[in-house]
T-cell receptor, first 116, second 113 residues
Framework: DGGITQSPKYLFRKEGQNVTLSCEQN?????MYWYRQDPGQGLRLIYY???????QKGDIAEGYSVSREKKESFPLTVTSAQKNPTAFYLC???????????????FGQGTRLTVV | SQQGEEDPQALSIQEGENATMNCSYK?????LQWYRQNSGRGLVHLIL?????REKHSGRLRVTLDTSKKSSSLLITASRAADTASYFC?????????????FGAGTRLAVHP
């Protein structure tokens, strides 16, 4: 079954803790993305990666970090520097980021992070 | 900042009616895409229109693109209760040496039986 998998579905974080959200795809896609969605809002780009071992900051990268050591994996760490991390996090992948039909994105089912 | 902005923010219609959502964007694009999101779920790709295309159809969906006005519209014909969801436009734009996929704020569509 090809697809993109996010885990866990729900995550609770204590103040001052770092947490890592997992995103794995078996679609052989080069590009991967992390978005944050707040209630009733659109998606804001956190980080994106067009190829293994390379990634760029999106519009709201502060307080987040990523790695792209393998093509199929793009984990997101929410650090203690992120002051308001409670949100719905969505990971996506596309065949490429270079434009055209290959930029159609496939999404995971999301991780809902709550600070307790 | 977000590339695309949808209008209206919310739309409520009866089954069988048509629903039209609009999207505006700020910079030049390679293509524009529309996605659907059911509550609390991931997004699903609906349709992609290239910058050199003006109109595209897929089933009950019709998308138009006006690059001179930097705007697009999504029309859902003969709507059904199952079309109730949020709809987002997304643009692929070139910035700082990279292409990235940017989403708008979305339109929440409610279709009443």
């Amino acid at each position: 079954d090809g697809g993109i998998t996010q885990s866990p579905k729900y995550l609770f974080r204590k103040e001052g803790q770092n947490v890592t959200l997992s995103c794995e795809q078996n679609l052989n896609h080069d590009a991967m993305y992390w978005y944050r969605q707040d209630p009733g809002q659109g998606l804001r780009l956190i980080y994106y990666s067009q190829i293994v071992n390379d990634f760029q900051k999106g519009d709201i990268a502060e307080g987040y970090s990523v790695s792209r050591e393998k093509k199929e994996s793009f984990p997101l760490t929410v650090t203690s520097a992120q002051k308001n991390p409670t949100a719905f996090y969505l990971c996506a992948s596309s065949r490429s980021a270079g434009g055209g039909m290959n930029t159609e994105a496939f999404f995971g089912q999301g991780t809902r992070l709550t600070v307790v | 900042s977000q590339q695309g902005e949808e209008d209206p923010q919310a739309l409520s219609i009866q089954e069988g009616e048509n629903a039209t959502m609009n999207c505006s964007y700020k910079t030049s694009i390679n293509n524009l895409q529309w996605y659907r999101q059911n509550s609390g779920r991931g997004l699903v790709h609906l349709i992609l229109i290239r910058s050199n295309e003006r109109e595209k159809h897929s089933g009950r969906l019709r998308v138009t693109l006006d690059t001179s006005k930097k705007s697009s519209s999504l029309l859902i014909t003969a709507s059904r209760a199952a079309d109730t969801a949020s709809y987002f436009c997304a643009t692929v734009g070139y910035s700082g040496g990279y292409n990235k996929l940017i989403f708008g704020a979305g339109t929440r569509l409610a279709v009443h039986p």
